[in-house]
T-cell receptor
Framework: NAGVMQNPRHLVRRRGQEARLRCSPM?????VYWYRQLPEEGLKFMVY????????ESGMPKERFSAEFPKEGPSILRIQQVVRGDSAAYFC??????????????FGEGSRLTVL | AQKITQTQPGMFVQEKEAVTLDCTYD???????LFWYKQPSSGEMIFLIY??????QNATEGRYSLNFQKARKSANLVISASQLGDSAMYFC??????????????FGKGTKLSVIP
């Protein structure tokens, strides 16, 4: 009964480096969502993926950010050439379908990126 | 306009007392869901309670209940018999059933609840 698994929990990068955040959804879930939480803020939607497909990336910054959810393996959120403003907690959530009885998303514990 | 508004940045409550956390929302979609999540200092997001827009009765889950007033577009969270472990950030969120946002949760900015012994 493993929940949504995210790693690393904490990641420190220098400006200009790349950050890769991984998310394994709950067993049986094929829908993955990434959210970003800036300090003192609520979560903001970034991208919604199904296996091998990006369904909605309307919340993703136009540059440097990309996401994938391959047929095998975890979903990856990739941030290239990180800047200090990318410092945030990045949450992954999963659901069994686009909507469930409650529409509940099951969240991971988050990955906290710090850019020096 | 903000879709989810939580007007209380911080709240204090005495242990064993009840507390209400406010949430108002804005949508023109007749079908939507409202959620409350708890985020303790450790950072994870914990689902607490859900209310559907067509639900006739207010949702309850243990010590949590949702005071749903549809005409006022409010979905306040009531925590009864507060415990020290309830100290956390609480987020209200909405999911609209149609359009581009039909799978997105829109979150408020949160309320920090502190339970005093």
């Amino acid at each position: 009964n493993a929940g949504v698994m995210q790693n690393p929990r904490h990641l420190v990068r220098r400006r200009g480096q790349e950050a890769r955040l991984r998310c394994s959804p709950m067993k049986g879930h094929s829908h993955v969502y990434w959210y970003r939480q800036l300090p003192e803020e609520g979560l903001k939607f970034m991208v919604y993926l199904q296996k091998e497909n990006i369904i909605d990336e309307s919340g993703m910054p136009k540059e440097r950010f990309s996401a994938e959810f391959p047929k095998e393996g975890p979903s990856i959120l990739r941030i290239q050439q990180v800047v200090r403003g990318d410092s945030a907690a990045y949450f992954c959530a999963s659901s069994p379908g686009a909507s469930t009885n409650t529409g509940e998303l099951f969240f991971g514990e988050g990955s906290r990126l710090t850019v020096l | 306009a903000q879709k989810i508004t939580q007007t209380q940045p911080g709240m204090f409550v005495q242990e064993k007392e009840a507390v209400t956390l406010d949430c108002t929302y804005d949508t023109s979609d007749p079908s939507y869901g409202l959620f409350w999540y708890k985020q303790p200092s450790s950072g994870e997001m914990i689902f607490l309670i859900y209310q559907g827009s067509y639900d006739q009765q207010n949702a309850t889950e243990g010590r949590y209940s949702l005071n749903f007033q549809k005409a006022r577009k409010s979905a306040n969270l009531v925590i009864s018999a507060s415990q020290l472990g309830d100290s956390a950030m609480y987020f209200c969120a909405m999911r609209e059933a149609s359009g581009a946002g039909s799978y997105q949760l829109t979150f408020g900015k949160g309320t920090k609840l502190s339970v005093i012994p």
